[in-house]
Each structure stands twice: as C-alpha cells, then as structure tokens.
C-alpha cells in the first residue's frame, strides 16, 4: 500500500512552518497595536496635564483679580500721605 502523498513528514513540517509564521506575525501585530496605544496615551495624558495646568494658573489668576478689587481696593484711599502715595 501506497502512503499518501500529504502525509509525508515534508508537507506536515511545512505546515507546522506556516502556522508558526502565522502565529508570529499575529504577535507582532498586536505587539504593535498595543504600542501605539502606549504612546497615543502618553502623549494625550501628557496634553491633558499641560491644558489643566494653564486653566489653573488662569483660574488663580481670575480669583487673586477678583480679591484684589473686592478686598484691596476698598481700603486703599486717594492721597492721604500714606505709604500709598510714594510708591503710586
């Protein structure tokens, strides 16, 4: 009796060849895949750090403004010979 032609250990290596190909660049693809992500997150994370950074110095800054023209420019009066009056 013949053996058939497909099942030589020729052909079952070749096929082992191909699904093991097949499974390292599947790796490699979703290897990358979750890289990209990795970096697109960092550089978004590093964005968003940066925009509420100068939304909180804007923030202060409205508010010092506010207490100054609430607090402080109530008790300042004009010319009395005070210490006010050298150095404005």
Not at 73 to 86: I, L, R
Request: proline share 2%; net charge neutral; aromatic share 6%.
């Amino acid at each position: 009796m013949k053996p058939d032609r497909f099942d030589d250990g020729w052909h079952r290596r070749r096929r082992d060849i191909r699904d093991a190909s097949t499974i390292v660049a599947t790796t490699q693809f979703g290897l990358a895949g979750v890289l990209a992500l990795v970096v697109l997150a960092y550089i978004g994370m590093a964005a968003l750090r940066s925009a509420a950074t100068n939304e909180a110095v804007k923030q202060a800054s409205e508010l010092v403004d506010a207490q100054t023209r609430s607090v402080v420019q109530p008790a300042v009066t004009d010319g009395d010979g005070g210490w006010m009056s050298v150095c404005c």
